[in-house]
């Protein structure tokens, strides 16, 4: 390391050179000095180098540190996001879940008390319809009462003429032969004023009544009777025919010359109300439809 200066006698020590002096030091312990703090300085550099490359490391797992805790940072709020929509689309179907079981639960509920309605509607329909029953009952049996009666009286009446005609009879064959001829012209006359009464009323040319009344309820048969007799009592009137349909029984009136059977029903005391039903096809026959007076059935007592 050193190396002598033969010009000046100067020492040469580590690529330096250093004048010589009468009382100089020791070289060797210089030289050991030196070198000793040559290694320190040389140790110490690494130890710089080292420390300088620690810390651009440290400085670089801070910012890769950073920048993954940015990323983790990301990545939590996008899931927290999707979460949280996950959380909203659930909560909504659930809330349409239970309105839609809501919903069917009413839907069932209203049902329910509809049906539970209709048939206490039904189940009061039928017992009113029964009281009805029970109340038009004996104006029913009454009423038939009534018309059978009538049919007997008309069986006797026809019973006493037929009597009549054979009793006529044999006094016709007792009687002379003038007399005979006489009685028997007289006999020939009330046979044919009977027979007339058995025949049938001849019926119009038309295939189908002029008229078509329809008795509402409630039903008198008396009074139905008595508005047929009537009828069958006015010239205009060819015959009348009943047909005996338990609700609303039909009145068939041929007739022989146009008339105006409503404004005639209107005046009988039996028909309380008349109305013409004029939804009829063109061509058919008229139809009307009456109501009898209500009559107060008696209270028969126990």
């Known amino acids: 390391m050193a190396k002598n200066n033969k010009k000046n006698g100067a020492i040469e020590l580590w690529g330096h050179e250093f004048n010589k002096a009468a009382e100089g030091l020791d ?13 320190k300085n040389e140790t110490l550099r690494k130890r710089a180098e080292h420390l300088a ?6 400085e670089k797992t801070i910012v890769e540190a950073d920048n993954v805790a940015k990323q983790i940072q990301e990545e939590a709020e996008e899931k927290a996001k999707s979460e949280a ?39 009061q329909a039928a017992r009113i319809l029964e009281e009805k029953i029970k109340e038009i009952q004996p104006e029913l049996k009454s009423n038939a009462k009534t018309l059978y009666e009538e049919l007997l009286t008309q069986l006797e009446s026809l019973k006493k003429q037929v009597v009549t005609l054979e009793e006529g009879l044999d006094h016709k064959l007792s009687q002379p032969p003038a007399e005979a001829n006489r009685a028997t012209l007289e006999t020939n006359k009330a046979d044919n004023d009977f027979l007339e009464l058995l025949q049938p009323v001849e019926a119009p040319s038309e295939a189908e009544p002029e008229w078509k009344v329809e008795v509402l309820p409630p039903i008198d048969l008396t009074q139905i009777l008595d508005i047929i007799n009537y009828l069958d009592g006015l010239p205009q009137v060819a015959r009348t025919e009943l047909i005996p349909q338990m609700d609303k029984p039909i009145i068939m009136v041929f ?48």
Do not use: C, H, M, Y
């Open 27 to 39: 070289k060797s312990e210089v030289v050991s000095f030196v070198t000793e703090l040559l290694k």
């Open 53 to 58: 490359s620690l810390t651009k490391l440290a």
């Open 85 to 123: 929509k996950a959380i909203l689309a659930e909560a909504e179907g659930q809330g349409q879940k239970i309105i839609e079981e809501k919903r069917t639960k009413a839907l069932a509920r209203a049902n329910r008390e509809a049906e539970d309605i209709k048939a206490k509607a039904q189940q």
């Open 255 to 302: 007739l022989r010359q146009p008339i105006e059977l409503i404004d005639i029903l209107e005046t009988l005391p039996q028909v309380a109300s008349v109305n013409e039903d004029k939804t009829g096809a063109e061509g058919k026959p008229r139809k009307a439809q009456i109501e009898l007076p209500r009559q107060t059935v008696p209270q028969q007592s126990n």
